[in-house]
């Protein structure tokens, strides 16, 4: 029997495929799904991905995670993912518990942060970032962040498929 240990992935190839994802994503975005007649709400999550350091490959202090918000996203991915660190971290996906309320569909459902997209709201990148603020405190504007693009779209409906319900957003950082 594998101890779970031998069946983790090299060093350096779990980030090297996940920085591959990335780009590939942020070359060719998914297109928009527009709103079918009979639905009106918009919502938007956000898939937050994250490199936690392995005890003996710490980032150096000085060094800027992210770097420069002037630089291509494809570079910004490139510098990020050459960092040592990275190369021997664990990436992680951000996941909230859902409170449970009666008569609400996703009640303690385990999801991406995010929620229904407001008027005020620019677009369902706005509305994902603004969600995930209120929700778990986290601001995605600053320069630690990489805004990489959005996963599929998707219309959400009733129960058995017959009601366009809200159409949900992915965008990705």
Not at 126 to 145: F, H, K, N, W, Y
């Amino acid at each position: 029997m594998e101890s779970a240990t031998s069946q983790a992935a090299p060093t350096g190839v779990l980030p090297e495929a996940l920085r591959e994802v990335l780009v590939d994503l942020h070359q060719h975005p998914y297109p928009h799904v527009p709103n079918p007649p009979e639905c009106k709400k918009r919502a938007s999550v956000a898939l937050i991905l994250r490199v936690r350091p392995d005890f003996n490959h710490w980032p150096e202090p000085s060094i800027p995670v992210v770097g420069d918000q002037s630089v291509s996203v494809i570079q910004r991915l490139h510098n990020f993912f050459s960092q040592s660190w990275v190369q021997h971290g664990d990436p992680e996906v951000l996941f909230i518990k859902r409170a449970s309320r009666v008569g609400d569909r996703w009640t303690g459902h385990v999801a991406l942060p995010g929620g229904k997209r407001d008027p005020d709201d620019a677009d369902d990148k706005a509305a994902a970032i603004r969600e995930v603020s209120e929700e778990i405190g986290l601001d995605l504007t600053t320069g630690d962040c990489i805004y990489v693009g959005n996963l599929p779209e998707r219309i959400v409906t009733t129960s058995w498929g017959s009601v366009p319900y809200v159409v949900r957003d992915c965008p990705s950082s």
